[in-house]
């Protein structure tokens, strides 16, 4: 059992709160973050502090994003964790997380997020990219499995694409419900996102490229003659190369960065 499992706090299920009591687990998971002392590290979501102990050990110092109240109230009053933490009492998706960067110590981001919120949630945090260094999420296995889908497969997405545009995604280890209170229904898994440095083959609006996958993958079982209609021709998408003919999830990262680029250099393709 960790040291926490005598606390007594009851999981909130609108809070998605599902706990770590695996100590073989929580150090795996604390190895593949590696924390130094010095640098600027975040934890969304430290619930009772499975993971936000071993890190203070490590590092000393960390900033925790925490919306539960009664949560952020026993870290602040936490006998060994207080004097090491600054805690924000807030919801991480309406958080500024440049707000906590410092010079030359971009954000090393971690947690177990909330599965009812971890898509918006990821989306937030790739907002703040350019301040980033890394981030290591818990997730729901199957989202960190379409995060690293590649085409061609049933997994593959706008997540994929977004993600995969912006980050290298890198898989790390699988987790069991066994290893939480209560256990999830679900597996879970690590995953480490690394922002690219530089995008060699850079989208001109990125919320065009979001647009233009949100409509491919609403009607993934259409062709994307039919599913983007409204957006592209079929002989616009003929002229950059692509067949009308494929499915969304046949078409590359570099296809829909080029149908986003033709968009936002033809905006008036689009039907209002």
């Known amino acids: ?11 909130r299920k609108r809070f998605g709160q599902n706990f770590l009591n695996n100590d073989a687990v929580i ?9 130094e002392p010095g640098e600027n590290l ?9 993971l936000t102990e071993p890190v203070v050990e490590r590092a000393g110092k960390l900033s925790v994003v925490e919306l539960d109240r009664d949560l952020a109230h026993r ?5 060994f964790l207080a004097e090491h933490l600054t805690i ?16 030359n110590l971009p954000l090393r981001i971690f947690g177990n997020l909330p599965y009812n919120i971890s898509t918006p949630l990821i989306f937030h945090l790739l907002t703040f990219k350019n301040d980033v260094k890394d981030m290591h999420f818990m997730l729901q296995k199957e989202v960190v499995q ?4 590649s085409p061609d497969t049933k997994a593959y997405g706008r997540l994929s694409i977004m993600t995969q545009y912006q980050c290298q995604v890198l898989p790390v280890m699988e987790i069991g419900p066994e290893a939480f209170t209560p256990p999830p229904k679900v597996d879970s898994a690590i995953v480490r996102l690394i922002p690219h440095a530089e995008i060699k083959n850079p989208v001109k609006e990125l919320s065009m490229l979001n647009q233009v996958c949100l409509t491919a993958f609403n009607q993934r079982r259409k062709t994307i003659r039919n599913s983007f209609k409204k957006l592209i021709s079929a002989d616009n998408l003929e002229r950059l190369d692509i067949s009308p003919t494929l499915r969304p999830e046949n078409l590359s990262i570099d296809e829909y960065i080029k149908i986003a680029n033709f968009l936002s250099d033809n905006p008036a393709s689009i039907e209002k």
Do not use: C, T, W, Y
């Not at 150090?27 to 924390?35: K, L, R, T, Y």
């Not at 870290?75 to 006998?79: A, F, M, Q, S, W």
């Not at 924000?88 to 010079?103: C, G, Y």
């Not at 379409?146 to 889908?149: G, I, L, V």
């Open 42 to 50: 975040i934890e969304i979501g430290p619930g009772l502090g499975a």
């Open 88 to 103: 924000h009492e807030i919801d991480a998706l309406k958080f500024d997380f440049s707000s906590l960067v410092k010079p």
């Open 1 to 11: 059992m960790s040291k926490n499992s005598h606390l007594g706090h009851q999981a």
């Open 146 to 149: 379409r995060m690293a889908a």
């Open 75 to 79: 870290l602040r009053h936490h006998p």
């Open 27 to 35: 150090s795996s998971i604390v190895d593949a973050i590696n924390p």
